[in-house]
């Protein structure tokens, strides 16, 4: 088990966030309980991320809900390596977006709508992340019956796995 975390909402009246489940009052009760190891707790799957650049390299925070990698302008195409379970392709699009359970119910549903129309929603307990490119695009035609001629548009990444990201040019 990682470091617990407590979503707190502090302002309920304008903010509903999937996370943010207490308000600071239901919270302040809580942390004795916490402390007794009297209150139940869900684990939640978080990201590791390593990021390497002509200026070293550099472990990044882990990420409770996604990473994503973008050019400088998030909306510009990037073309880019993938390597996943042995498999390297090259893509074009606005960037890969790895999320958790939790980060599955936001930007990662809706960015995941071309591959499936009610959006890749997943519990947040489960053991495992998701990726997807982010406004894939192709210059040639898609194969009948399939979103995207890229197999690593989409995919499941499970614990201990790791995707390679390789910037190549926009």
């Known amino acids: 088990p990682g470091t617990p975390i407590m979503g707190v909402n502090s302002d309920p009246e304008r903010s509903k966030g999937n996370i943010l489940e207490f ?78 359970g939790t980060g599955s119910t936001g930007w990662y549903r809706g960015a995941s709508k071309f591959a499936f129309p009610k959006g890749d929603f997943f519990p947040r307990t489960v053991p495992y992340a998701k990726y997807v490119l982010r406004e894939p695009w192709e210059s040639g035609d898609v194969p009948q019956g399939r979103v995207s ?17 390789q910037y190549i040019s926009y």
């Not at 919270?27 to 190891?37: G, R, T």
């Not at 197999?151 to 990201?165: N, Q, V």
């Open 23 to 100: 308000t600071a009052a239901e919270a302040a009760l809580m942390i004795p309980l916490l402390e007794q190891n009297r209150y139940p707790y869900e684990e939640w799957t978080r990201l590791d991320a390593t990021l390497t650049t002509k200026d070293g390299i550099q472990k990044l925070a882990p990420a409770l809900a996604q990473f994503t990698i973008t050019n400088t302008d998030e909306n510009l195409m990037c073309h880019t390596l993938l390597e996943h379970k042995g498999t390297t392709e090259k893509l074009s699009g606005t960037g890969p977006l790895i999320a958790t």
């Open 149 to 165: 001629s890229y197999e690593l548009c989409t995919g499941k990444l499970e614990r201990g796995e790791t995707l390679t990201y």
